[in-house]
């Protein structure tokens, strides 16, 4: 085998091992890549407890409850379920219940979710497309700051 024939070789395994390692990763990420849970997908049993996710929704109306200090418990609703949450530490300014919000941290054994941090909406006539496309799957009807141009809400 000349040299040339060597490199090409070598070049070859190392794009085959390349692409092999790429699809291994894709494959082993295909459940996780998405961008937040509802409270649906909670009650369906999609999330075991102590696994780390996003849940994604609306703060509901009255859940909202302050405790000692910076500690907080609200419940994030898609109008079909609800997930009990607790947080500590300093909400976004526009945190208020019947706004879109996303939290990530873990379920614990008890069904509670357990944020570590707190994402609120933009602004009142904003709210992340992926919020308002699994809300609108539930049947919730969104006001237009809801909607994204060309009418859809992604």
């Known amino acids: 085998m000349t040299r040339k024939q060597k490199r090409g070789v070598l070049i070859g395994a190392a794009v085959a091992i390349l ?54 418990k609200f419940a994030v609703t898609d109008t079909l379920q609800s997930v009990s949450v607790s947080y500590e530490g300093i909400l976004p300014d526009l945190f208020r219940e019947g706004q879109g919000v996303v939290t990530e941290g873990r379920l614990d054994p008890s069904g509670q979710f357990v944020a570590d941090t707190v994402l609120a909406k933009h602004d009142e006539n904003y709210m992340p497309p992926e919020v308002a496309a699994a809300l609108k799957e539930k049947g919730v009807k969104l006001g237009a700051g809801a909607e994204h141009p060309g009418g859809k809400s992604n």
């Open 19 to 72: 692409a092999v390692a790429a699809i291994m990763v894709a494959l082993a990420l295909r459940d996780t890549i998405v961008f937040f849970q509802t409270p649906s997908d909670v009650a369906e049993g999609k999330v075991r407890p102590g696994e780390r996710f996003r849940l994604g929704g609306l703060v509901a109306d009255g859940s909202v409850r302050r405790g000692q200090g910076t500690k907080v």
